[in-house]
């Protein structure tokens, strides 16, 4: 006596494999997306060979018409009186942690004065707090041209 397995091939093919791969990479995608500082301001920034990796809690923006912007986190920049400054970035010190000093990111224009960047700079060493210029990377083509 001959038993006999019921053994019938499906031939339709299962997406539900493929769509998990698809969502797994549209949320990396949209969380890898967050992490860009879109700025709101129209800051032509200059260019250097050289960045840093370092991630600033504070931002600072000079527009070309002088005018200074802060922002924190993820905020909007806001309008800031050049004299409330170093009161400002006193009270952004002290909420720092005991243990790290405030980094602060300066994204100037390039057709801001070199004083006015002076005079923010030295806010910054007043209140103890370290501020970092930000700058555009020079396009690899050009990198020659500034070494030498």
């Not at 909007?76 to 005991?98: E, G, Q, S, V, Y």
């Amino acid at each position: 006596m001959a038993l006999k397995r019921s053994n019938t091939m499906m031939a339709t093919f299962s997406m539900a494999s493929m769509t998990d791969v698809i969502f797994l990479l549209l949320i990396f995608f949209m969380v890898t997306s967050t992490f860009v500082f879109p700025t709101a301001l129209d800051v032509n920034l200059p260019q250097s060979t050289r960045q840093t990796a370092v991630k600033p809690a504070v931002r600072l923006y000079i527009d070309n018409t002088l005018t200074l912007y802060v922002a924190t986190g993820d905020d909007n920049p806001t309008p800031l009186d050049r004299d409330a400054l170093t009161t400002w970035l006193k009270t952004r010190a002290a909420d720092a942690p005991a243990d790290t000093q405030l980094s602060v990111a300066l994204y100037a224009d390039e057709t801001v004065p070199y004083g006015n960047i002076v005079d923010i700079l030295n806010a910054g060493a007043e209140t103890g707090t370290h501020i970092v210029l930000a700058t555009k990377p020079v396009p690899t083509s050009s990198v020659s041209k500034y070494l030498r």
